[in-house]
T-cell receptor, first 111, second 113 residues
Framework: GQQLNQSPQSMFIQEGEDVSMNCTSS?????WLWYKQEPGEGPVLLIA?????ELTSNGRLTAQFGITRKDSFLNISASIPSDVGIYFC???????????FGKGTLLTVNP | DGGITQSPKYLFRKEGQNVTLSCEQN?????MYWYRQDPGQGLRLIYY???????QKGDIAEGYSVSREKKESFPLTVTSAQKNPTAFYLC????????????FGSGTRLTVV
C-alpha cells in the first residue's frame, strides 16, 4: 500500500532546541493528522488538520496543512526530554477512506 | 472512560503454535484495524473491518486471521504460517464516515521463542 514520505527518519537534538519534520505525498489528502508514539505504547493523536493552509497549535507543537494538500509539517519548539518518541504523520483522502501513514520520525532529546 | 484495550501486553509463543491477540473497544466505533510494527518499518496494515461480520485483507495479511462477530471485538490470530511473527501489534478503531483519525490501543508485543 501507499505510504507517505516522512522525513527525517530520526533526529538527535539537545534539550531546548526546536524540531521540524514533514510529510509529502504524490496524492491529495483532505485531512492530515500527527501522532506521537512513546516507547511500548500505541500512537496518540496530537493534531488534526482539515483545511489547506491551516496552521494549528497544541502547546509547543504547531502543524500546518500544506497549500497543495500534498504535504504537512510539524514543529516542536523548545524540546524537552519527554518529547522523545516516534512521530507519525497520516493522511486521509475522505471520511470513508483508511488512513495512510508515514514511516515515522524517531526523536531523541539529550538533556 | 471509553477506550480501546489490547491484551495481553506481552505474549510469548513457541514456533508452530497459533496465538490470538485480543482487541476490545467501548467507543461505539464501527471500524477496527490491526497493524504490525517492526523497527524502521512504520505501521503495516494486516486486516481491517468496517462492519460486523465483514473484514478485508490489508497489505500483509498472509499468516494472520481475524473475526468480527461483535462490534466491540476484533481478535487477531497469528498462525503458524506466519514466518516471522515476532513484532509489536497495534489495534485501532474509528467511527466510519468521519475524519477524526484512529484511536489506538497500547499494543501487544509478541515474541516467538
Amino acid at each position: 500500500g501507499q505510504q507517505l514520505n516522512q522525513s527525517p527518519q530520526s533526529m538527535f537534538i539537545q534539550e531546548g532546541e526546536d524540531v521540524s519534520m514533514n510529510c509529502t505525498s504524490s496524492s491529495i489528502f483532505n485531512t492530515w493528522l500527527w501522532y506521537k508514539q512513546e516507547p511500548g505504547e500505541g500512537p496518540v493523536l496530537l493534531i488534526a488538520l482539515y483545511k489547506a493552509g491551516e496552521l494549528t497549535s497544541n502547546g509547543r507543537l504547531t502543524a500546518q496543512f500544506g497549500i497543495t494538500r500534498k504535504d504537512s509539517f510539524l514543529n516542536i519548539s523548545a524540546s524537552i526530554p519527554s518529547d522523545v518518541g516516534i512521530y507519525f504523520c497520516a493522511g486521509q483522502r475522505g471520511s470513508n477512506y483508511k488512513l495512510t501513514f508515514g514511516k515515522g520520525t524517531l526523536l531523541t532529546v539529550n538533556p | 472512560d471509553g477506550g480501546i484495550t489490547q491484551s495481553p501486553k506481552y505474549l510469548f509463543r513457541k514456533e508452530g503454535q497459533n496465538v490470538t491477540l485480543s482487541c476490545e473497544q467501548n467507543l461505539n466505533h464501527d471500524a477496527m484495524y490491526w497493524y504490525r510494527q517492526d523497527p524502521g518499518q512504520g505501521l503495516r496494515l494486516i486486516y481491517y473491518s468496517q462492519i460486523v461480520n465483514d473484514f478485508q485483507k490489508g497489505d500483509i495479511a498472509e499468516g494472520y486471521s481475524v473475526s468480527r462477530e461483535k462490534k466491540e471485538s476484533f481478535p487477531l490470530t497469528v498462525t503458524s504460517a506466519q514466518k516471522n511473527p515476532t513484532a509489536f501489534y497495534l489495534c485501532a478503531s474509528c467511527r466510519t464516515g468521519t475524519n477524526y483519525g484512529y484511536t489506538f490501543g497500547s499494543g501487544t508485543r509478541l515474541t516467538v521463542v
